[in-house]
């Protein structure tokens, strides 16, 4: 027997909402130690089974403060405001902060250059 429901594909849609301290240009730029607020809204329709997850590079450039690495979506219709604090752990120059949401093959990505600068010695 053939199922004849109608099937629409997952759709996925991601947007940064807020970035704090906010990008200077494309890029995100800090010292070691500093932190970071990253709030994202993910719209999903016809989903189940759909997560967001932050991804932070290996090795990890930042310490989650707050907010967890991978959150799973309900699988109603609805708009999730997802957010993250975030402390620089690691020098690095040309890496970035990627959020990935995924369900059922759909994925949508959003990457942020990113330069983390050695913590200033404030010792003179």
Do not use: Y
Not at 2 to 7: L, V
Not at 35 to 59: F, K, M, W, Y
């Amino acid at each position: 027997m053939r199922d004849s429901s109608p099937r629409e594909g997952c759709r996925l849609a991601l947007r940064i909402q807020a970035l704090d301290p906010p990008a200077e240009g494309a890029s995100l730029v800090l010292s070691v130690g500093e932190a970071q607020t990253l709030e994202v809204s993910v719209t999903s329709t016809n989903c189940q089974d759909c997560r967001v997850d932050l991804l932070v590079g290996e090795p990890p450039a930042f310490e989650i403060v707050s907010g967890t690495q991978s959150v799973r979506l309900s699988p109603a219709e609805s708009t999730h405001k997802i957010a993250w604090e975030l402390r620089a752990r690691t020098a690095i120059d040309g890496g970035s902060l990627e959020v990935v949401a995924t369900c059922r093959g759909s994925r949508r990505q959003v990457m942020i250059p990113l330069r983390i600068h050695p913590a200033l010695d404030t010792e003179a």
